[in-house]
């Protein structure tokens, strides 16, 4: 349908098309900034995500360990739990939870003595590309990691070594740098347990 030059389709008012339209330099200027910072508030604080509402405990499930080494791996969110399980074989898992969702994973495990850090690694997802220490103690990628403790023994566990397990399940998370420290006061922190005997 094809109207008179001037009025709108709904009304006899002229339509705003036909009249000059004054744009300021500095209101686009404002424009701009204040779109940047919309886009900018909605980043969060921590590179990109949500920020963190929870304050990350120095004890996760039993075992002390500096906040600092594990925050690099959690997402931002309101809460934080964690969930203690024994799935097997002595094995003992510490789930840490934010918000419901399962973002990484802490294990303390029995294998043969025969075995090592990189055949244990090989048992867990996270492991891709993992760089195996100089001692052959440690195997890190950025989403994984496996320590073997120097001298834990158990009376339970015969014949057997125990690691410690590292694995981040929350995506977006990967630091090998970050991994390979965690993994190393993690061990450190499982020798000094109870569960180290």
């Known amino acids: ?12 008012r002229p339509v705003l098309e036909d009249f000059p339209v004054y744009r300021s330099p500095a209101l686009s200027a404002v ?34 360990l500096d906040p600092g080494f594990v925050e690099p791996f959690l997402p931002g969110g309101k ?25 990484l994973r802490q294990t303390r495990t029995w294998w043969a ?27 890190h990628s950025g989403t994984g990691a496996v320590g073997k403790t120097s001298s834990c023994t158990s009376d339970d566990h015969p014949r057997q070594n125990l ?16 991994m390979q420290k965690l993994i190393t006061a993690f061990t450190e922190a499982v020798e000094e347990s109870k569960d180290c005997g």
């Open 79 to 103: 809460t934080l739990s964690t969930k203690e399980s024994a799935p097997s074989g002595g094995a003992k898992r510490c789930d840490v939870l934010v918000d419901g969702d399962l973002a």
């Open 31 to 64: 424009t701009v900034l204040l779109g940047g910072l919309a886009l900018t508030g909605c980043s969060g604080g921590d590179g990109g995500g949500e920020e963190r509402a929870y304050d990350v405990p120095g004890v996760l499930c039993g075992i002390p």
């Open 163 to 178: 690691y410690a397990v590292i694995q981040v399940l929350a995506p977006d998370r990967e630091d090998p740098a970050a």
């Open 113 to 139: 003595r025969g075995e090592s850090a990189s055949s244990v690694a090989a048992g867990y997802s996270g492991m891709e590309g993992a760089k195996v220490s100089a001692d052959a103690r440690f195997v």
């Open 1 to 12: 349908m094809i109207f008179p030059s001037g009025l709108s389709p709904l009304s006899d």
